[in-house]
């Protein structure tokens, strides 16, 4: 066992993990974080995207202990029942999801090319989100979600990710 020291949507970690666990099931067994899911276990869906030190990664193909001394973001860490973070709200009020299961990580990652790209292109929201598959939706309603939300990003002074998480 490895100890490591981690902070996740906010609250600070020490746990011992096992060399080999990815930081997927670490979030999910250990800390209870199930809101990041695993779709395929081999980096192909991006179901289980996270924020690592501000970065979209899949959690599936990093190890728990690569996490150590990091801040890690979740979807539980973005927003609250009463204050969705915008992207949340544009996923929820454009219908982006139908099963949902894709949809944990399509915020992670939307939020992520936002960041880099504060005003994309239809096109650009497709190429950004290209590591995301969606067996349900088709894309269209995700991507005005996450033109949606880049609007609202646009016009407000609250910073993407100041809901919670970095606290
Ligand atoms: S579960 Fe990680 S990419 Fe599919
Ligand atoms: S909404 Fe079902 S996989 Fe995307």
């Known amino acids: 066992m490895t100890a490591i020291n981690v902070r996740v949507d906010g609250a600070s970690y020490s746990d011992d993990v096992e060399p080999r666990t990815l930081l997927v099931h670490y979030l999910r067994e250990q800390l209870g974080k199930v809101g990041t899911v695993v779709g395929c ?43 969705l973070h915008p992207m949340q709200k544009a996923f929820h009020e454009l219908h982006g999801l139908q099963c949902g299961y894709c949809t944990p990580g399509m915020i992670m990652a939307s939020i992520d090319l936002l960041r880099d790209n504060p005003n994309p292109s239809e096109d650009e929201v497709r190429e950004g989100i290209e590591g995301n598959l969606c067996r349900c939706t088709g894309y269209q309603n995700i991507v005005r979600a996450v033109q949606q939300a880049a609007s609202e990003m646009n016009g407000s002074a609250a910073a993407p990710e100041a809901l919670g998480a970095q606290s």
């Open 41 to 83: 276990d081999t980096s192909n869906c991006g179901a289980c995207t996270v924020h690592l030190d501000g970065e979209a990664v899949k959690s599936c193909t990093v190890f728990a202990v690569q996490a150590d001394g990091c801040e890690v973001t979740t979807i539980e860490g973005i927003g609250t029942d009463g204050r």
